[in-house]
């Protein structure tokens, strides 16, 4: 399946490095970075594959030590 999800993921700036690398894995694409104004947070917003999307999130909250909140909305 080739529609992607799009996920928006919330997290401090120590865990970018551990989402760009499940990203990879994943086969997912960022598609925007921005820090939220006057805090710690990012915002990173990508597209992911479907058949890429099982096992995400506990990987994702694997190498972020839990500091990455994605949260998954389906594409069309």
Do not use: W
Request: hydrophobic letters at 35%; charged letters at 15%.
């Amino acid at each position: 399946v080739l529609t992607p999800f799009t996920v928006e993921i919330q997290c401090p700036e120590n865990a970018i490095g551990g989402i760009y690398s499940v990203l990879n894995r994943h086969r997912g694409q960022v598609s925007s970075e921005e820090q939220r104004p006057g805090t710690p947070m990012f915002t990173v917003k990508v597209y992911l594959p479907v058949n890429e999307s099982f096992s995400f999130n506990s990987d994702l909250r694997s190498q972020t030590a839990g500091h990455a909140f994605p949260q998954c909305v389906f594409d069309h």
